[in-house]
Antibody
């Protein structure tokens, strides 16, 4: 059973870089067909996709954050990471890591991305 | 970006009620639509993918329908454990986007 666990500082100062790690257990980040994603949820609000490290080796980021975001894979540690630079109070949120699986629904010829496994989430507050 | 709009934003219902939540995309997303359930303090959990396919382990009282721009999630007989917030999400194109959520509360 694959499990994901986020870790990192719970408090980051404005203008600094937020760094989080998602440890993967019960499976490998190198497994074919899976991508690895970060999603966040500001307090009392909805979900925002940050980006993912696609199984092809490419990265895709939300344009609203693209200039500040880096998602990388560490196969030796079996984990993936998020770096978000120049943070402000607007970046305060619960940050989730998630596995993206390209499921092929019945009758379909191509895969369809779903967030099938999530970490429990980690709260990050941006404040001086 | 494809905007996802859910309605209602909240609803009150009783155990046993039939509940329907709608989700509208700002452009056609064919059937690239997923539904997630989120309970307070926990991560979202996938319920339905590709509009109408039930994720493994999800009770059959949940169902989804639609195509193009208009979609719906139906709970045929609301159970106590179904009180939660529900989100739709499109996988048609990046950036992947979610609806604003529908909170289902106890009447």
């Amino acid at each position: 059973q694959v499990q994901l666990q986020e870790s990192g500082p719970g408090l980051v100062k404005p203008s600094q870089t937020l760094s989080l790690t998602c440890a993967v257990s019960g499976g490998s980040v190198s497994s074919g067909g899976y991508s690895w994603s970060w999603i966040r949820q500001p307090p009392g609000k909805g979900l925002e996709w940050i980006g993912y490290f696609y199984y092809s080796g490419s990265t895709y980021y939300n344009p609203s954050l693209k200039s500040r975001v880096t998602i990388s894979l560490d196969t030796s540690e079996n984990q993936f990471s998020l770096k978000l630079s120049s943070v402000s109070a607007a970046d305060t949120a619960v940050y989730y890591c998630a596995r993206v699986y390209a499921v092929v629904p019945p009758g379909w010829l191509t895969g369809f991305d779903i967030f099938d496994i999530w970490g429990q989430g980690t709260v990050v507050t941006v404040s001086s | 970006d494809i905007q996802m709009t859910q309605s209602p934003s909240s609803l009150s219902a009783s155990v046993g009620d039939r509940v329907t939540i709608t989700c509208r995309a700002s452009q056609s997303i064919r059937s690239y639509l997923n539904w997630y359930q989120q309970k307070p303090g926990t991560a979202p959990n996938l319920l339905i993918y590709a509009t109408s396919n039930l994720q493994s382990g999800v009770p059959s009282r949940f169902s989804g329908s639609g195509s193009g721009t208009d979609f719906s999630l139906t709970i045929s007989s609301l159970q106590p454990e179904d009180f939660a917030t529900y989100y739709c999400q499109q996988s048609y194109s990046t950036p992947l986007t979610f609806g604003g959520g529908t909170k289902v509360e106890i009447k």
